[in-house]
């Protein structure tokens, strides 16, 4: 295995069905979620199955749009997913895709650059909040380096690595702690 956890968590098929599935056989019957800021490892796993869940469903949605904008889609004059043909047209388009810990960071990126410091910006004094965003994306981007550098260790030669890891302390303008071989 390449991705540590939580980075290993993916949703191969995008069915809606498969989605619930999934999760729900991560969650084990346990119900934590992102409406409540995890106070143990355990409510955090839940925070990380919500956010896969989120991720999958988010993904899922342009794919759904794009079988609509189909020529036969449109040939046969479909108006939603109801009928068992415009279904199976759309599970065609969902079940190959997926998503993982990649569609989950680029998310994430978009939302705390775009939506996050927007929404904590404005109205009541959020200083706390604030405070607590900055120090969320150093440990999630800390830990998303770290993990990616060990993907990348693996899956390049030693004298790669080596070439990639000696540019990358060089020229990065951030401290990097990444001595993997």
């Given at each position: ?20 599935k ?26 990380i ?98 993990m990616a ?33």
């Amino acid at each position: 295995m390449l991705l540590q956890t939580p980075f290993d968590f993916s949703i191969s098929n995008l069915t809606q069905s498969n989605i619930t599935k999934t999760v729900d056989a991560l969650r084990n019957g346990k119900k934590y979620d992102l409406n409540t800021s995890p106070s143990n490892q355990e409510m955090a796993f839940g925070s990380i199955y919500s956010y896969l869940k989120g991720t999958a469903e988010y993904e899922k949605w342009p794919i759904e749009e794009s079988v609509k904008g189909s020529s036969e889609y449109k040939k046969y004059g479909y108006e939603n997913f109801r009928s068992s043909k415009a279904k199976r047209l759309r599970e065609a388009r969902l079940e190959p895709a997926h998503v993982n810990f990649l569609s989950q960071a680029f998310r994430y990126r978009g939302k705390a650059n775009y939506r996050d410091t927007i929404y904590l910006s404005y109205g009541d004094n959020r200083t706390d909040e604030i405070h607590q965003f900055i120090t969320d994306l150093q440990s999630v981007s800390g830990a998303f380096s770290l993990m990616a550098a060990h993907y990348l260790s693996n899956r390049l030669s030693d004298e790669d690595w080596r070439a990639f890891s000696a540019d990358a302390n060089k020229y990065v303008k951030y401290s990097l702690h990444y001595n993997l071989h």
